[in-house]
């Protein structure tokens, strides 16, 4: 497997100040070692996208939809080779980070469209004294931060949009899953994007390095997706320059089982919604909230399909449920198990740290009341705490018990009552009967603490346009 292992700043591969080890999370071995960033390839990649700016931003929509068709057909035929090197770094089984490649390579295909279809205004003002002329334009230098759980994906819905805007950027991927965006990046390279319109950069002090960026006045807004708490700390640190940012943060997804739900239905939902990245979602369903008059059934079914999937390395024949990204989240993932059967969690399935050098833990379904601390947690892991209710309003009052609202989960099998429940429930997205409802077609975003913005869909783009509006004497 040929991988690209050096930075990529202004359309050139480049070593860099030193380099990190990538880890195979499914057996503790070395896949390679990508170079890290100093500070002057930090400033150089700045430069480079500022530089870029001036021609790729005047660039005609047409031309950049097509680099991004060329993309997403390039992403689609080499989509095994993509999946197999996700799988390596991340720890997923094969058959997700086949789908997940496939999701990627959509946003280009998405913003391909989108880049040539950016609506403006033009009216006459109330007052009839002047005309009313609104348009967009690209922001500028974008800094793209992604994490670990979707290395393909997280970056594409980042970069497609921005490409389409006529932004330039610089990407930095999560250090444990480097590979994948750098095999992006190479795709795009052969696709077609000029020189310095996409950098890739991987600092070798993430903190401070980024902070510099931030601070830099070439840098003009900021797409960040990852954990509330990095996402809080960014906030902050844009607040100084007043950068534009997009926030994908993270979530506590309530799966909400009303009683009149079909069960069979819901618990191949929960195994979607549970399971999809063997739980390393933001969108991982991580509260099972079931009807008491059901949650025996419930339970019971889910257990025993949970208890089926085969754990293996990600690119073993038939593996269904791989390893954690590394050691140190898995065991977090075992913290929170552990600490929710000393507050009382009954384990109705798995809940043991096998031995051995990979970062596995097993599909786990703990029974909880209300107050267990795992429900205050996004675990990122293959378990599933459930908790019951006696109504639909305790159920709601459940679901929104949470500083995150990115998205729920309603199983029920009355549309109007499903509807009302969705409409109640604090979150940016609602499934209804449903395991997984990401489309790069609809925006994708949290309410509360789960995030800024939207990605996805006719939203996407905005997040890397300005709106100008030209008052004109007609
Ligand atoms: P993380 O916040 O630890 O890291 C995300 C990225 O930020 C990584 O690239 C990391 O290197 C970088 N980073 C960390 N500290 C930084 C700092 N001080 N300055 C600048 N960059 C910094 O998140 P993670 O563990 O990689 O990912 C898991 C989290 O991401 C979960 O909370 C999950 O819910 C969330 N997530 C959200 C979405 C969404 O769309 N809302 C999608 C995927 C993941």
Not at 106 to 111: D, G, T
Request: net charge negative; charged share 20%.
């Amino acid at each position: 497997m040929q991988l690209k292992t050096d930075l990529y700043i202004d359309g050139k591969w480049v070593k860099g100040d030193g380099t990190i080890p990538v880890i195979d999370p499914s057996n503790g071995e070395v896949i390679a070692e990508v170079a890290t960033a100093g500070e002057s390839q930090c400033d150089a990649a700045v430069a480079a996208a500022d530089r870029a700016f001036v021609t790729w931003s005047k660039t005609a929509p047409r031309v950049r939809a097509e680099i991004l068709r060329k993309a997403f057909e390039l992403m689609i035929a080499e989509s095994d080779h993509l999946a197999k090197l996700t799988s390596m770094e991340n720890g997923k089984v094969f058959s997700d980070a086949k789908g997940e490649i496939a999701y990627a390579a959509e946003f280009f295909r998405w913003f391909s469209e989108e880049a040539v279809r950016t609506p403006g205004d033009f009216r006459m003002a109330p007052s009839g004294d002047k005309r009313i002329l609104v348009t967009h334009q690209p922001i500028g230098v974008s800094l793209l931060i992604t994490p670990w759980n979707f290395p393909a994906a997280m970056a594409t819905r980042k970069i497609g949009p921005a490409l389409a805007a006529g932004c330039t950027m610089i990407l930095k991927p999560a250090s444990e899953t480097p590979l994948t965006a750098l095999a992006i990046i190479d795709i795009l390279e052969r696709a077609g994007v000029p020189a310095g319109v996409v950098n890739l950069i991987l600092p070798s002090k993430t903190g401070p390095m980024i902070s510099k960026m931030l601070h830099d006045p070439r840098v003009r807004n900021l797409s960040f997706t990852g954990s509330t708490e990095v996402g809080r700390v960014l906030l902050k640190e844009s607040a100084d320059c007043v950068l534009r940012t997009s926030m994908e943060l993270g979530g506590n997804a309530p799966f909400v089982v009303l009683a009149d739900a079909n069960i069979d239905d819901a618990v191949a939902g929960a195994m979607i919604a549970k399971m999809r990245n063997g739980g390393a979602a933001c969108t991982a369903a991580n509260r099972f909230i079931v009807a008491k008059s059901v949650a025996e059934e419930f339970t019971t079914k889910f257990a025993k399909a949970m208890g089926a999937l085969k754990v293996a390395p990600g690119l073993e024949e038939g593996a269904q449920l791989g390893a954690s990204v590394s050691i140190k989240e898995r065991n977090k993932i075992a913290e929170l198990v552990d600490a929710s059967v000393a507050a009382g969690g009954k384990l109705e399935l798995g809940g043991k740290t096998p031995e051995g050098a990979g970062a596995f833990y097993p599909a786990t379904v703990i029974s909880v009341t209300k107050e267990n601390p795992i429900l205050n947690h996004e675990v990122f892991g293959p378990v599933a705490p459930v908790v019951t209710f006696e109504n639909d309003e305790e159920a709601i009052a459940l679901a929104n018990a949470t500083e995150f609202g990115l998205i729920s989960y309603v199983y029920s099998s009355d549309l109007k009552r499903a509807i009302k429940t969705a409409e109640a429930i604090e979150s940016g997205m609602v499934a209804i009967n449903r395991g997984v409802i990401s489309d790069p077609a609809a925006p994708f975003g949290g309410f509360k603490q789960s995030g800024l913005g939207r990605e996805g869909g006719f939203h996407g783009i905005h997040e890397f346009l300005e709106t100008k509006y030209i008052g004109v004497e007609i």
